[in-house]
């Protein structure tokens, strides 16, 4: 197939920045007409313009002949039991923390019957948001609700890019199934659409990458879930499925965009975009916050995208923070190409980043720098690196 080209991480950064052009033209009475957002369209294009730069950038780079050759050894990675065994716990406590975070505030069975029923409360998701200081669990703690997913991209990746023996291979699919299961029962407390999309964005790439487009067991699991998404949507924001939801936002934050333009009276020099995790560790360890006090007008719901974070940190020198997400894309997906098994176990993760900079981008918040870490740390402590010999026996190189 053709599109099985493009199957890679930038493709699917590029093609979602894209769907602000028609969102350009869309109108909703929630949001309003009389901001002309002419300046935002052609910003957020010179935007993506300079991702393909730096893309392309380091794809010339690594096809130069000193930098194209790579050693294709018949590798693979062996796991131990511990690896194993700390995955499975990590699943369990990441799922109980979901759990513990609403049941403190809201008994389960009202919890259950109120989201399934007809008189379901939109309020009652803030029971899952509910910060420390308002007596909710803390951050630190409530970040292991992502470490089901976590686990579930990890072994996807896995079993997909790195060819691990047959032992391991069945394994990882049963620690695959069991995150699965747990991301559906952390969704049911949190009501996280990002969550469905990240895990819907990883079966459609392995659908398009092995070829599955004709089996109909992956298109039911893909229509399940979106059937999901657009519950959630229903129930958190009366009568507004996921399509209408999903314009509704981009409407919003290309309007947020314009406005942030205009506005904007103070940059923030990394804090809107990478380095915004590190306002989560200054609390922490309750230190002093960089006093960024920037101000900015706002439309509907002051939820931003990238390219509003970018301006706000950066003013009209954004375009280099798309220029480094095209390298870095380029350069974990080459990695992964050559079987590297950091870059394999952590592809899908990155997946769902890049494509979250249509949203409030993922790596403001701590949830994703520890999704990312999680596999590394696990990969790193418990796994080694052995190859095939001819006479079908392994020997170890690590």
Not at 326 to 345: E, F, H, P, Q, V
Request: glycine residues 4%; neutral net charge; charged residues 15%.
């Amino acid at each position: 197939m053709i599109i099985a080209q493009f199957n890679n991480l930038y493709f699917y950064f590029f093609c979602a920045q894209l769907i602000f052009v028609p969102v350009y033209f869309y109108h909703t009475p929630l949001i309003s007409d009389a901001i002309n957002l002419n300046k935002a369209i052609w910003m957020h294009m010179i935007g993506v313009f300079w991702s393909a730069v730096g893309f392309l950038t380091v794809k010339l780079f690594y096809s130069l002949p000193d930098n194209r050759e790579w050693q294709n050894e018949d590798k693979y990675n062996s796991f131990t039991n511990t690896f194993y065994v700390y995955s499975y716990l990590i699943i369990i406590i990441g799922t109980a923390v979901a759990i513990l975070q609403v049941v403190l505030f809201v008994p389960l069975t009202e919890y259950a019957t109120k989201l399934l029923s007809s008189d379901y409360e939109i309020g009652i998701r803030d029971a899952f948001l509910l910060p420390s200081d308002e007596e909710g669990l803390s951050g630190i703690i409530k970040m292991f609700s992502y470490a089901p997913l976590s686990i579930y991209l990890m072994s996807l990746g896995i079993i997909n890019f790195i060819m691990p023996s047959e032992v391991d291979k069945r394994r990882l699919w049963n620690l695959n199934i069991t995150a699965l299961v747990a991301i559906v029962i952390k969704v049911f407390f949190s009501l996280d659409r990002l969550t469905i999309m990240t895990v819907l964005l990883a079966n459609i790439f392995l659908v398009i990458k092995k070829g599955y487009i004709n089996k109909i067991r992956y298109w039911i699991f893909i229509a399940l879930a979106l059937l999901l998404a657009n519950y959630l949507s229903i129930k958190r924001l009366e009568n507004v499925g996921i399509i209408d939801f999903t314009l509704l936002y981009f409407k919003s934050g290309l309007v947020n965009f314009q406005l942030m333009i205009d506005t904007c009276d103070q940059y923030t020099y990394g804090f809107s975009t990478i380095l915004a995790p590190l306002y989560f560790i200054f609390r922490f360890f309750h230190l002093s916050l960089p006093d960024f006090q920037s101000n900015y007008e706002w439309e509907w719901n002051p939820a931003q995208y990238f390219s509003s974070y970018a301006f706000q940190d950066f003013g009209y020198f954004y375009f280099i923070a798309f220029y480094f997400v095209g390298m870095l894309l380029y350069i974990i997906d080459d990695n992964t190409r050559k079987r590297n098994i950091y870059s394999s176990a952590t592809y899908f993760v990155v997946l769902y980043g890049a494509v979250s900079f249509v949203f409030v981008p993922v790596i403001r918040g701590i949830d994703f720098w520890f999704s990312l870490l999680l596999p590394l740390i696990l990969v790193r402590l418990f796994s080694k690196s052995l190859i095939r010999l001819n006479s079908n026996c392994e020997k170890s190189v690590n």
